[in-house]
């Protein structure tokens, strides 16, 4: 069965920084590509970013570049999203997905990111 | 970017209704769409891939259809599960767009 368990969110003031992370099980990890999609309380969802399955692709939407950095370890079945420069509409739940073919076809928990001083 | 337009934003229902949810992109996507389903703090799930390929395990009652800018998901006969926010999501583009989601309330 396919797990992705998240950790690494929490309460971080603007400006800061925050690393998550994203373990994978059941599945060959390293033959997928993954995303990052996030969702603000109360609102829709937004895709981050993406990373194909040796990292030689790698996409973020327009409001997280230069800030944000996707990264994976194959070898430990772990996605990554290292957060600088963090600001208050970073506040959001953020979700890890497996992706087949454009298809996020299972996602991680959750995990909270609130930017506030 | 592409983007994606659902109506209705709301939709009140009642058990045993037959329910259509509208997709619009903004640009010709083939059939490069996905709905998924999500309860309140829960991950989405995965429904429809494709424009309509059924995903594995989902209840035969939800179906897609649609191609090129138009799409929907319909229900046809909804259950007291189904009630939940939909969000249809493109992939045509490397990078994804969903829609502002559908929240199907109970009438």
């Known amino acids: 069965e396919v797990h992705l368990v998240q950790s690494g969110g929490g309460l971080v003031k603007p400006g800061g920084s925050l690393r998550l992370s994203c373990a994978a099980s059941?599945?060959?990890?390293?033959?997928?590509?993954l995303n990052w999609v996030r969702q603000t309380p109360g609102k829709g969802l937004e895709w981050v970013s993406f990373?194909?399955?040796?990292?030689?692709?790698?996409y973020y939407t327009d409001s997280v570049k230069g800030r944000f950095t996707i990264s994976r370890d194959n070898s430990k079945n772990s996605l990554y999203l290292q957060m600088n420069s963090l600001r208050g509409e970073d506040t959001a739940v953020y979700y890890c997905?497996?992706?087949?073919?454009?298809?996020?076809?299972?996602w991680g928990q959750g995990t909270l990111v609130i930017v506030s001083s | 970017d592409i983007q994606m337009t659902q109506s209705p934003s709301t939709l009140s229902a009642s058990v045993g209704d037959r329910v259509t949810i509208t997709c619009r992109a903004s640009q010709g996507i083939s059939d490069w769409l996905a709905w998924y389903q999500q309860k309140p703090g829960k991950a989405p799930k995965l429904l429809i891939y494709?424009?309509?390929s059924l995903e594995s395990g989902v209840p035969s009652r939800f179906s897609g259809s649609g191609s090129g800018t138009e799409f929907t998901l319909t229900i046809s006969s909804l259950q007291p599960d189904d009630f939940a926010t939909y969000y249809c999501q493109q992939s045509d583009s490397y990078l994804y767009t969903f829609g502002q989601g559908t929240k199907l309330e109970i009438k």
């Open positions: 059941g599945f060959t990890f390293s033959t997928y590509s």
């Open positions: 990373i194909s399955s040796s990292s030689s692709s790698i």
């Open positions: 494709k424009a309509s």
């Open positions: 997905a497996r992706d087949w073919n454009g298809v996020l076809d299972h």
